[in-house]
């Protein structure tokens, strides 16, 4: 805000939002919406790439305009993957009819050849001029068929061009059915929970599958709440009640894994039945393909470190039905940020998150909306 003042005609900003509540980033939003100067943002903050005039994209080492905002650069990108989805669907078109018709001409050839021996010992010609015919059918035959190949070829190129102009980007799909909770069973009941001069007298009830979203300016007492219902912090006065061994808190340090073992290590871990070939299944649809699934937890990135930790979480035995997840996407760049959403969209049970991040909360369809306000829980409307 200091810098706003000395009115540049360049401003810089890098991730400016990331540690802001939902206030702070809506004044940050107005002051840059009247701003007159050139503005260059870094973020993955998309409420904040939706107030931009262009988008540039910085992918394999290569910086792409696109012209609008966010939103429109996610349609131009939609659009781009369905022509690009197309071509792929016709060069393999392409390959298997390259295919067929170099099948189709040896077995012609190869009939053409046995008549054409057929006939000449029918005609009864001497052995050397049926050498010759043979070599000159047999050498036709090897130029058509090269001929095939040179085409098949073209054609496998093609589609490998085709399907690396597809965006790699990595979705995880998944079912949860074992995260399934029944509409009535309570997760969480706290009555009259009271944590040093943060809050007192807040009750709370979790019942069957609720996504809750918790709301609160920073330093209200969010993290302390959550960690109150994980069972982590006992609170000082009031009663808690959970089901137990089935809560799991996403902390934003993402410290939940053991760092000096492996990530399939880790799942062994959580999820000691599973048979090690479905492990390694697992963690292949969590993209932990081949060897880096032997990687130690410790030298991930931040968004292998969340795949990873999603992976142990949502295969836990017992799977979990009630998930805290502490700020998220914070730190998370775009694609990770995804792959939380749709794992939590395949999640059965109940969550409740603090986040200030309206996109990420409009996507994982929040039904429950709580604030921490003057050290009490109040049931709010939406945001
Ligand atoms: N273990 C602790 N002991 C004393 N004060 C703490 C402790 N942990 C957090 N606090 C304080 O409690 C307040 C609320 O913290 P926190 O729950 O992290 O807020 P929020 O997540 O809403 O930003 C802050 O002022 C913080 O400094
Ligand atoms: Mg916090």
Redesign the pocket.
């Known amino acids: 805000m200091a810098q706003l003042l000395r009115q540049p005609d360049v401003l810089l900003l890098d991730e400016p939002t990331n540690n802001l509540d939902l206030d702070a980033r809506h004044r940050l939003y107005s002051v840059l919406d009247d701003w007159r100067g050139c503005l260059l943002v870094v973020s993955h903050d998309r409420a904040l790439l939706d107030r931009m005039d262009r988008i540039a994209e910085l992918d394999g080492g290569e910086v792409r305009f696109y012209g609008g905002n966010f939103s429109s650069y996610e349609e131009t990108v939609a659009a781009e993957r369905e022509v690009a989805e197309k071509n792929i669907r016709s060069a393999e078109q392409e390959v298997k009819r390259e295919k067929r018709e170099m099948q189709q001409a040896r077995e012609r050839a190869a009939r053409r050849t046995s008549n054409a021996q057929r006939n000449l010992s029918n005609a009864g010609l001497p052995k050397i001029f049926a050498g010759t015919m043979k070599r000159n059918a047999q050498e036709s035959a090897a130029k058509a068929d090269g001929t095939h190949a040179a085409r098949l070829s073209a054609a496998r190129d093609k589609l490998d061009r085709a399907e690396r102009a597809v965006r790699d980007e990595q979705k995880i799909s998944l079912e949860l059915p074992q995260t399934a909770v029944p509409a009535g069973r309570t997760l969480f009941l706290g009555s009259g929970i009271r944590v ?1 001069e ?1 809050f007192d007298g807040v009750d709370l009830a979790i019942r069957g599958p609720e996504r809750i979203a918790l709301a ?10 959550l960690r109150v219902i994980h069972g982590s912090l006992a609170p000082e006065g009031g009663e808690v009640k959970r089901a137990d061994g089935r809560v799991a808190f996403l902390s934003q340090r993402l410290d939940l894994l053991d760092d000096s073992r492996t990530v399939a290590e880790n799942l062994a871990a959580f999820a000691p039945a599973m048979p090690p070939a479905d492990r390694m299944n697992l963690l292949a649809r969590f993209l932990f393909r081949g060897t880096r699934a032997h990687l130690p937890v410790g030298v991930l990135s931040g968004g292998e470190r969340l795949r990873a930790t999603l992976a142990c979480v949502l295969f836990a035995e017992p799977a979990p039905q009630l998930l805290l997840l ?1 700020e998220p996407t914070n730190n998370l760049d775009l694609i990770s940020a995804g792959q939380l959403e749709s794992a939590l969209n395949a999640y059965r049970g109940a969550f409740v998150v ?1 986040s200030h991040d309206e996109r990420f909360l409009s996507e994982v369809k929040i039904d429950r909306w709580l604030r ?1 306000d003057g050290g009490k829980l109040l049931e709010a409307g939406r945001g």
């Open positions: 040093r943060l609160a300016p920073n330093g209200a007492g969010k993290s302390t709440l502490d603090v921490l």
